[in-house]
C-alpha cells in the first residue's frame, strides 16, 4: 500500500493518509468509490476543529518541506500518483503563487466540505511521460484527471482511437456526465494491464459486471473478453444470473464471443428439455426412498407450476402431457398386477416379507398416481386421467378382496378427482363423472376410516365437499338414487362414512321445495 497525499491549498501543513487503494503490478491505481473520498475529505477537515491562521509564506514552506520529508522516505517511486484535493484545478503549479488576501477570504468564507468539489488526479505507468489528459465529470460531483499515454489508450480503446483521429495533436479530451467514474478508472486502468485476468480475481460479478458496460462503451474488446472468460468461470448467484444473461445477451449482436457463457443456461442439443424431463419423472416414480422421493416430487411440481405460469403466458406448447398420460399408464398397470397378485387365494401363505413389499409397492404406486394427477391438475388437462380411472372397473372389482390396510392409499386418487370436479379444476363429461361415481364411490366410503387416520394428506371436508358436489353436477334421478344409497352407508358407519349432508339437502330442496314453490307460482298465475 503506497502513501496517499491529500491537501488542501493554504490550510496549514499537508498532511499524509493512508487510503485503501490497491496498486497493481503493472503500476495503475484502482481509483477509491466516492465513500472513501468523502471519508478521507472529513477526517481531514473537520469542521468542529477550526485550525490557527498562520502566515501564508510559512503554510507554504511548511507544506514543502513536509512533502520533502515524505519523498525521502520512500525509496522507490510510486509508480502512479493519486492527489485528492478541493481545489478547481488538480495538480495546477500556480496553486502555490496565491495571494495574501485570496488566503484570508478562503479562511475567513470557508463552505461547508460536503458542498466543495472533489478533484483526484491520477497518472498512469512512468512518471512523468503521459502525453495526454483525460477528464472524468462524474454525476456524483467529482472530477478525476487522468494523465495517460496516448499510444495505449488508441491501441486498446476503439473510442479513444476515433478522438484522437478526429483531432490530430488532441491533449486533452473531457467525458461529460459519467455514471461510474470508479469504474471508468478502472477500465482505463485495465489498459495498462498485461494480465487482466489476475487483475480481475476476487472481483464481485456485479463489479465485473459494470467494468463490461464501460468497456462496452470505450471499445475496449480484450477487456470485454476477459470479463466473459471470468463471468463464464465464477459462479452466479441469485439474481445475478439473469443480470448476466442479460448483458451477455447484449453483447451478442456486437460480433463478441458469448457462446461459453451462454451454454452455462442453454443447451444446444435438440428435445434435450423433453427427454431430460422424461428421465427425471422416470427416477422420481421408481425411487424407493420414501424421504427423498416425496421432497423431489414437491420440487419438480413447485417447477412445473412455474413453467406452466410461463408457458401460458406465452402460449408454448405442452412439452410434458404425453409422457405425462404415458406414466399414468404405466403406473396403473403396475397396480393392477399388485391387486391381483394380492387377490389370489395363496397369496395368504406366501411369507410375511413378500407381503410387505407388495403393500409398500402398492402405495408407492397409488402414490405416484396422486402426483402425476396433481401435475396434470395444475396443467389442467386431467379430464383424460378421469376417464381412465373411471373406466378402472376390474381394478375397483379386486379392491374390495384386498385388506383394507393394503388399498385405501388407492381411494386417495377418487377423492382427489372428486374435489378436482367441485372446484372446477377438471370438467370431464356428464357420463364420465357418472361411471366415476359408480366405480369408485363405494371403494372410498368402505376405506374411509382408514384414511382419515392413516393418510396424512387426507382432508376430510374438502372431500365431502368434492363428493358432494360432483354428486349434484348429476341429473336428479342420478342425485336421488346415489344420496339414497349414501343414507343407509351412513347410517350403519357413521363418522367412518363420508358425511354427504350438504348436498343431500340440495338435492332435497330440488326434489321436494322447488317444483312446489313452481307450482304455487303457476297457480297464482292462472288465477
Not at 72 to 90: G, I
Not at 190 to 215: G, N, P, T
Not at 292 to 310: A, W
Not at 506 to 514: D, E, N
Amino acid at each position: 500500500m503506497a502513501d496517499i497525499k491529500l491537501n488542501r491549498v493554504n490550510q496549514g501543513p499537508t498532511k499524509i493518509k493512508n487510503v485503501p487503494i490497491a496498486v497493481t503490478p503493472e503500476g495503475f491505481w484502482c481509483c477509491p468509490s466516492p465513500v472513501v473520498f468523502q471519508k478521507s475529505f472529513k477526517a481531514q477537515n473537520p469542521l468542529n476543529k477550526p485550525k490557527p491562521s498562520s502566515p501564508p509564506s510559512k503554510t507554504s514552506g511548511s507544506a514543502h518541506k513536509k512533502s520533502v520529508t515524505v519523498s525521502e522516505r520512500k525509496s522507490v517511486p510510486a509508480p502512479s500518483r493519486l492527489v485528492v484535493s478541493d481545489v478547481q484545478q488538480c495538480n495546477d503549479p500556480e496553486r502555490d503563487q496565491a495571494n495574501t488576501s485570496e488566503v484570508v477570504t478562503e479562511r475567513n468564507h470557508r463552505p461547508k466540505i460536503e458542498s466543495m468539489p472533489k478533484k483526484v488526479a491520477i497518472e498512469f505507468g512512468e512518471p512523468g511521460t503521459c502525453d495526454m489528459k483525460v477528464v472524468l465529470l462524474g454525476k456524483q460531483g467529482f472530477c478525476v484527471k487522468l494523465s495517460v499515454h496516448k499510444d495505449v489508450l488508441t491501441e486498446k480503446s476503439s473510442f479513444f482511437a476515433e478522438k484522437v483521429n478526429e483531432q490530430s495533436g488532441l491533449s486533452s479530451l473531457q467525458i461529460d456526465d459519467c455514471e461510474d467514474v470508479e469504474i471508468y478508472v478502472e477500465t482505463v486502468g485495465l489498459m495498462y494491464c498485461k494480465e487482466m485476468k489476475q487483475r480481475l480475481m476476487k472481483q464481485s460479478v456485479s463489479r465485473i459486471l459494470r467494468i463490461v458496460k464501460v468497456a462496452e462503451f470505450l471499445g475496449f474488446s480484450s477487456c470485454i473478453q476477459s470479463c466473459l472468460e471470468h463471468l463464464e468461470a465464477v459462479p452466479w448467484v441469485g439474481e445475478e444470473e439473469e443480470k448476466v444473461v442479460t448483458t451477455v445477451l447484449r453483447l451478442q449482436g456486437e460480433g463478441i464471443v458469448v457462446n461459453p457463457v451462454l451454454k452455462r443456461v442453454s443447451s444446444d442439443i435438440s428435445n434435450t428439455s423433453k427427454d431430460t424431463l422424461s428421465q427425471i419423472f422416470e427416477l422420481v416414480l421408481k425411487s424407493n426412498e420414501e424421504r427423498s422421493r416425496r421432497e423431489m416430487k414437491s420440487i419438480v411440481l413447485k417447477l412445473l407450476r412455474e413453467n406452466n405460469s410461463i408457458s401460458s403466458s406465452s402460449g408454448s406448447a405442452d412439452i410434458c402431457g404425453e409422457m405425462i398420460y404415458r406414466s399414468c399408464r404405466s403406473c396403473l398397470d403396475s397396480l393392477l398386477t399388485l391387486f391381483k397378485q394380492s387377490a389370489e387365494p395363496d397369496y395368504a401363505d406366501t411369507p410375511s416379507n413378500n407381503r410387505e413389499c407388495v403393500v409398500k409397492h402398492i402405495t408407492l404406486e397409488a402414490d405416484n398416481l396422486s402426483w402425476l394427477l396433481e401435475i396434470l391438475v395444475d396443467k389442467q388437462a386431467a379430464d383424460e386421467f378421469a376417464l381412465m380411472w373411471a373406466n378402472q372397473q376390474e381394478l375397483a372389482a379386486l379392491h374390495g378382496k384386498l385388506p383394507v390396510v393394503s388399498r385405501y392409499h388407492v381411494s386417495s386418487i377418487s377423492g382427489r378427482l372428486y374435489v378436482g370436479i367441485g372446484r372446477g379444476e377438471l370438467l370431464p363429461s356428464k357420463n364420465t363423472r357418472q361411471l366415476l361415481l359408480q366405480t369408485w364411490l363405494q371403494p372410498l366410503i368402505n376405506d374411509y376410516n382408514w384414511l382419515q387416520h392413516g393418510c396424512r394428506s387426507f382432508d376430510r371436508k374438502l372431500v365431502e365437499e368434492g363428493i358432494g358436489r360432483t354428486i349434484l353436477t348429476l341429473p336428479l334421478e342420478d342425485q336421488q338414487s346415489i344420496l339414497l344409497s349414501w343414507v343407509g352407508s351412513f347410517l350403519k358407519s357413521g363418522d367412518a362414512c363420508p358425511n354427504l349432508q350438504r348436498a343431500f339437502e340440495v338435492w332435497w330442496r330440488r326434489t321436494f321445495i322447488r317444483p312446489y314453490v313452481e307450482g304455487q307460482g303457476n297457480g297464482m298465475s292462472e288465477s
